[in-house]
């Protein structure tokens, strides 16, 4: 008789209106909490000025080309003075797509001797370096309030006018056997 009972439970078991157990909820993951970020000031601070350096350097560099026009036209007047009092065909200039070159052909007793001026852009700088017959001087170009340009002298942390920057380049050259 155990065989029967056994079987009748089976069968209710089966075949009785069961009710749905919904499944098991999975278990709440516990939500991370972020601890809190310390601010520190000088490191805002320095991020700051990191990115007002960054937008300066990149003002600098965007006005690169217009001081070397600058440059090119400022030297452009001093050699068509030089070449209205000593004639034209001593000094030649040349303004290439990353630097100026400069030729001063100086000649006597038939020996001609030759001067180089090479003004080479430097975005690395930025500014400009200059090789005046292998003696090299590094200009740095910056900006000042309405968008004017600055150029200092780096080896001697000097601020130049244009007048000055000019002799600079060109007095070797064009003058060697006058002294400074």
Known sequence: ME????????????WAPQEEVPPPAPEPVPEE???AKPEFKWLQMRITEEKERQA?????LERLPRASAEVYENLSTCIEAYQAA????????????????????????GVEEQRHI????????????????GSPMVI???????????????????YLSMEELTRRILDRALFPKLGE
């Open 33 to 35: 909490i972020e601890p």
């Open 3 to 14: 065989k029967s009972s056994e079987r009748l439970a089976r069968l209710r078991a089966k």
């Open 86 to 109: 000593f004639g034209a065909g001593k000094i030649e200039m040349e303004n290439l797509p990353d630097r100026i070159r400069i030729l001063v052909r100086h000649g006597q007793d």
């Open 118 to 133: 090479e003004i080479v852009g430097m975005p690395a700088i930025p500014g400009f370096q200059i090789d005046r017959a």
């Open 140 to 158: 740095e170009v910056g900006m000042l309030p309405d968008d004017k340009l600055f150029y200092r002298d780096r080896e001697q942390d000097q």
């Open 56 to 60: 300066r350097e990149a003002m600098i």
